[in-house]
């Protein structure tokens, strides 16, 4: 992409032209990667073995700090290139890709090697069982010992490519791992086929994450002329540069998705205590309420390097403008999931399982979590302006307020005053207060 195109894009097209160009390929890489997600749950529970949804379900968290350590140089490499393409400084963005990939791969094998060493540990806490553990594992060793690495690099160089203007291409690259998981996924779980069950679910995650890096790395070494990325480790000499603004906004993303690994796995060892269809129907439910979730991811990624360039840039008029235009969207489609998720609980549930105790789980669970959706739809893409805009203490707070920090005493009051079903109400408490504070501090940066 040109320097001219970029300018465009980010200068000079109107507010809702640039947004839609933003956040249509970035909503549907989104959608198309929370299908594939689905679809490990899907094609388990057609095995209608609770034990085996529920391993999927305890190996999450432990996939998900994957994507926590992705956001550390994804989201905040993406921020600092951005920002220095809005002061027109081609130079120190390939030099901040440079560091954000290769800062990422070490990270990625550190993580994948701590998890070799206390898999069982880990997978405990997280709620397996003596019942899940060893199907637990067996998902868990393809989707992060195999795949641990390029998971992580995919959603990186995504982040860089989106974040350089080009998200059809970053969307397109996450798109085709997500549909080649699709299609792996009934061949390797299904009796009849390769009959593996969890395992063949991650070993389907495994490939198609490979795929999608594969295919990044292939788009910035043909488009070397067009692009401002670079991935030569030579540039790693301006590491001492780059690797504290990168890590100064990156943190509170990767803290926030790291402190919701803590917070999911809190709660499923709280519902282990309980009947293992409820763990299986928590996973479930945990899948089906992600869609105005990634929604959200979507159109806040899409957003973060029209609001980053523009702020750089002193634009501020047209920063508001993509910003409240991107909170409308995010938010009028959470409403529609509220309405459609409260109606039709049981009948989204039983898609995934046909055994009725977990579907009766499942659809109480739904129905109190996604009460928290259009709270979440507006809190995320105030944390990620606070990002785009630099603002690392802001963003810091409202990530830790919305995970973490509140969790685990609200997870020990709500499961006293209303066991098992009280655990569901907490992640509506926890981002209400979340959005509350993140309001207070932005109209602070206003005034």
């Not at 105790?357 to 959706?373: E, G, K």
């Amino acid at each position: 992409m040109t320097a001219e195109e970029r300018i465009e894009i980010f200068e000079n097209l109107p507010v809702p032209q640039a947004v839609r160009r933003q956040i249509i390929p970035a909503v549907i890489s989104q959608m198309i990667a929370l299908v594939y997600q689905l679809a490990d749950t899907y094609f388990v529970g057609l095995l209608n073995d609770p034990v085996q949804t529920a391993a999927v379900t305890v190996a999450y968290p432990a996939f998900l700090m994957v994507t926590a350590l992705s956001n550390l140089f994804g989201v905040g490499g993406a921020s600092a290139l951005s920002r220095a393409l809005g002061r027109h400084d081609a130079q120190k963005a390939g030099q901040i890709s440079a560091v954000s990939f290769w800062f990422g791969a070490i990270t990625a094998a550190v993580y994948v090697g701590i998890f070799a060493l206390f898999s069982a540990p880990i997978l405990r806490v997280s709620g397996a069982t003596d019942a899940t553990i060893f199907a637990a594992f067996a998902y868990a060793r393809w989707v992060i010992l195999f795949g641990g690495l390029p998971t992580l690099l995919s959603v990186l160089l995504a982040n860089l490519i989106r974040a350089e203007g080009r998200a059809a291409k970053a969307s397109f690259g996450l798109s085709m791992g997500g549909m080649l998981n699709i299609v792996l996924d009934p061949l390797l779980i299904l009796p009849g086929f390769g009959g593996l069950g969890a395992a063949g679910a991650g070993i389907a995650t495994a490939i198609s994450n490979c795929a999608s890096l594969i295919y990044f790395l292939i788009v910035i070494l043909r488009d070397r002329d067009g692009t401002v990325l670079r991935l030569q480790p030579s540039l790693l000499r301006y590491t001492k540069e780059h690797l504290k603004p990168i890590l100064k906004i990156g943190f509170p993303s990767a803290l926030q998705l790291g402190l919701t690994v803590v917070a999911v796995s809190a709660q499923a060892k709280f519902v282990s205590h309980y009947p293992t269809e409820a763990v299986a129907a928590l996973g479930i439910t945990k899948k089906i309420d992600q869609l105005p979730l990634y929604f959200s991811i979507g159109v806040s990624s899409g957003i973060l390097p029209l609001l980053a360039y523009t702020h750089s840039a002193g634009n501020e008029t047209r920063r508001r403008g993509v910003f409240r235009l991107g909170v409308g969207i995010s938010l009028g489609f959470s409403l529609f999931c509220l309405v459609l998720f409260e109606l039709l609980a049981p009948q989204l549930a039983g898609l995934f399982i046909q055994d009725q105790t977990t579907i009766q789980y499942a659809a109480s669970f739904l129905r109190r979590m996604v009460t928290a959706m259009p709270l979440m739809s507006v809190c995320y893409p105030m944390i990620i302006q606070f990002q785009a805009m630099g603002r690392a203490k802001e963003s810091l707070i409202c990530s830790i307020l919305r995970k973490g920090v509140l969790d685990i005493p609200l997870l020990l009051l709500m499961d006293a005053l209303l066991p098992l079903y009280g655990l569901m109400w907490v992640q509506p408490m926890v981002d209400g207060i979340s959005l509350m504070v993140s309001l207070v501090l932005y109209r602070r940066i206003q005034k």
